[in-house]
């Protein structure tokens, strides 16, 4: 069965491994499913304690039948490293989700280890513990490394220099160096004159790391972090951090990673200290100095059910400050939900505990229309997969044994449901169906290993790239529109965008990224209705959904099938403000919270907007049809397959939706 051009693009960019050391031979998708199998067996043999019977090999059998299909898959996170060495030493690899306060040096060094390890991070500022230097230092040097080929030592090392006042930290080229390195810099109490933070141990960016797998990104961007977290201690020499301290501490860390793993949220109580300061924390911050901002989702939390005039002002602030931000979360039915509640992971599909995780799978209902045994035995395999991805042992060295305790009580697991709006035939007692069917499977999956039930199941994450390589629409969003060129990032020296240019595939250079190009992909919706758009005499057909409309179906899901929170982004435009505004006030008690951003005419190009390129843009049938035409057959696999896949021809599953 062939499957659409993009998703085996994604699937090539995202999640094969590279076979060889010269990155010319990769995995199939097979090979990927038969390693993540393996992986499953692994936890499943190990939690009991025997190999598997002929009837737990037939349940893996089927489940990996269903991902070669694409119709359930696996973490992406399990997907990239399941089954690899690193896996086994470091389990928190697999997850995808994970929320901290950060309150002490240790809670910083946790943060950044799970970045390191591709987690994506939550964490709400206590102020009370972490502090500034013990005085300010007035000279910071940093010393870059010059070094092109491996790395050095592996550790970092502190000096000090009692005579000359000189405090050093030299950084060491592993992700463990990395982790503890911000801790070096919040624990220390040195009265220096001069700090050196020394870099030569790193190695050159662009290297693969050969047991996670990343690219490496040299010291460039963990040097501008280490530096601006260590002006921000000097400031507050003798002082507590503020929250937005903190935040700011947090947000340079995620800068030292590729966009792709630092994905972080911030949380703070609405009504609390600095609260206003937060709100506003992101308004025009590329021109203020302040572009480490731009990694974390900010978000108030409500303890208590807001007034309409405070609904009114957020939206205000959030107006002000571009239109998305500060979100706005339900603190009390997130914890009637969840009582261990604390906050949420970046994308705010998890209600999670202070030190705690999430691990995710996928069903796609686009998949299984008119098969409705097959979707439900799908949900029970994909729900019995995920609890066995919580059997883990996450006493690594470097996280703080909470997690381990958290994860072994809680058993977390994320059962999600994607391609949501190609299914308009379910109603509210199909959502319900699924719901038992999935919880039931959760739960008999803990009774056999004789082990704590999954304290939450059910939830709806954005699905960004899974969907993409699963060929389908993502979470709960509908498309932009029914003809899309995808831009979509890859590194410059990927094999595969030679091959890709060589097929016509537009390929522009990234405008701030040197080391990325973008390239487009095509894309057409079938069996998704659009409206249509008239301008100069041209059709478009686009999605202009109305906000509450979108926030009706967020409600349904929230009532019939989710146990955690629907993570969708509500599109609006402003006129809709008061409508949205009202609708939250009546539902309140249904809501945990959503992303809310602007949305643009979507007949609009890059141009149009003051932009290099978007990563999506809807374009005419004509546009489509004519960039499709020009495109030439593609070896995406290089000697591992024969096979060659051309945009025009090509199905994901019965039907061809995408292209």
């Known amino acids: 069965m062939s499957l659409d051009v993009r998703a ?35 936890l499943w043999e190990r939690a009991l304690r025997r190999g598997l019977n002929v009837f737990e090999e037939a349940e893996l059998e089927e489940l990996a039948s ?40 240790y809670d910083v060094v946790d943060a950044l280890w799970l970045l390191l390890l591709g987690a994506g991070v939550g964490f709400k500022p206590i102020v009370g513990s972490l502090n500034g230097f013990a005085r300010p230092i007035p000279e910071i040097e940093v010393v870059r490394s010059t070094r092109t080929a491996k790395g050095g030592r592996e550790d970092n090392l502190e000096t000090w220099d009692a005579d000359k006042k000189v405090w050093t930290i030299s950084v060491g080229d592993s992700s463990e160096a990395w982790a503890k390195s911000p801790g070096k810099l919040l624990a220390g109490k040195y009265p220096a004159r001069k700090l050196v933070l020394d870099f030569t141990e790193i190695r050159p960016a662009g290297q693969r790391m050969s047991q996670f ?39 340079w860390l995620g800068t030292s990673l590729s966009s792709r793993r630092s994905s972080q949220i911030c949380l703070i109580d609405y009504g609390s200290n600095e609260w206003r300061d937060f709100a506003i924390a992101k308004k025009d911050y590329w021109l203020r100095g302040n572009r480490q901002r731009e990694q974390s989702n900010n978000s108030l939390i409500f303890w208590d059910r807001p007034t309409q005039a405070q609904l009114d002002e957020v939206f205000k602030l959030m107006l002000a400050s571009g239109g998305s931000e500060p979100g706005m979360v339900n603190g009390a039915e997130a914890q009637r939900r969840a009582p261990w509640f604390a906050g949420l992971n970046p994308c705010a599909e998890i209600l999670l505990p202070n030190k705690g995780f999430c691990n995710l799978v996928e069903n796609d209902l686009g998949k299984f229309r008119g098969d409705t045994a097959g979707l439900h035995r799908a949900l029970q395999l994909s729900a019995r997969a995920n609890y066995r991805q919580t059997c883990v042992d996450l006493r690594d060295g470097i996280l703080q044994e909470a997690w381990h305790l958290s994860n072994i009580f809680l058993r977390l697991c994320g059962v999600g449901l994607t391609g949501i709006t190609r299914r308009p035939d379910l109603i509210d007692y199909d959502y319900r169906q699924m719901e038992r069917v999935t919880t039931m499977a959760a739960y008999g999956m803990a009774d056999e290993l004789e ?38 990032l890859f590194a410059v020296g990927d094999v595969l ?52 409309s979108q926030l009706e179906r967020y409600s349904m899901l929230q009532k019939n099938w989710t146990h955690h929170n629907t993570s969708v ?63 030439l057959p593609v070896d995406l696999l290089g000697t591992e397959s024969s096979e060659l896949i051309k945009g025009t021809e090509s199905c994901a599953g019965d039907v061809c939706p995408v292209r």
Not at 29 to 35: F, I, L, P, Y
Not at 239 to 244: E, F, G, N, R, V
Not at 514 to 533: G, H, N, Q, R
Not at 572 to 596: C, M, N, Q, R
């Open 569 to 631: 982004t509500i599109y609006y435009y402003p006129h809709e403000v008061s409508e949205i505004t009202k609708w939250l006030y009546t539902h309140w008690d249904d809501y945990v919270g959503v992303a809310f951003v602007y949305r643009t005419d979507p007949t609009k190009r890059a141009a149009d907007l003051g932009f290099p390129y978007l990563p999506q843009e809807v374009v005419t049938q004509k546009e489509y049809e004519e960039y499709v035409a020009a495109l």
């Open 213 to 251: 797998g990343w690219i490496s990104s040299g010291d460039e961007n963990i040097s501008k972090a280490l530096y601006n977290i260590a002006m921000i201690l000097s400031r507050r020499a003798g002082s507590l951090l503020t929250k937005i301290d903190m935040m700011d501490t947090m947000n």
């Open 66 to 105: 269903l991902m070669r299909q694409r119709k359930t898959v696996l973490a992406g996170r399990t997907m990239w490293m399941g089954g690899t060495p690193i896996s086994k030493k470091y389990e928190a690899t697999q997850f995808n989700c994970a929320f901290t306060h950060i309150e002490t040096v």
């Open 451 to 488: 082990l704590p039930r999954p304290k939450n199941i059910g939830t709806v994450k954005p699905s960004g790239t899974v969907s993409k390589v699963m060929g389908t629409a993502e979470g709960g969003h509908k498309p932009m529109g029914k003809y899309i060129f995808n831009n979509v």
């Open 497 to 548: 965008v030679d091959r890709l240019r060589a097929a016509n595939y537009r390929i522009i250079p990234h405008p701030t990224s040197p080391s990325e190009v973008v390239i487009t992909l095509p894309i057409a919706w079938e069996d998704v209705e659009f409206d249509k758009f008239e301008r100069d005499g041209v059709v478009t057909e686009v999605d202009q959904e109305p906000a509450v």
């Open 8 to 42: 085996e693009i994604i699937t090539r960019r995202s999640y094969l491994r590279p076979l060889n050391p010269e990155e010319t031979l990769f995995e199939t998708w097979d090979g990927m499913v038969a390693r993540v199998m393996g992986h499953q067996r692994w």
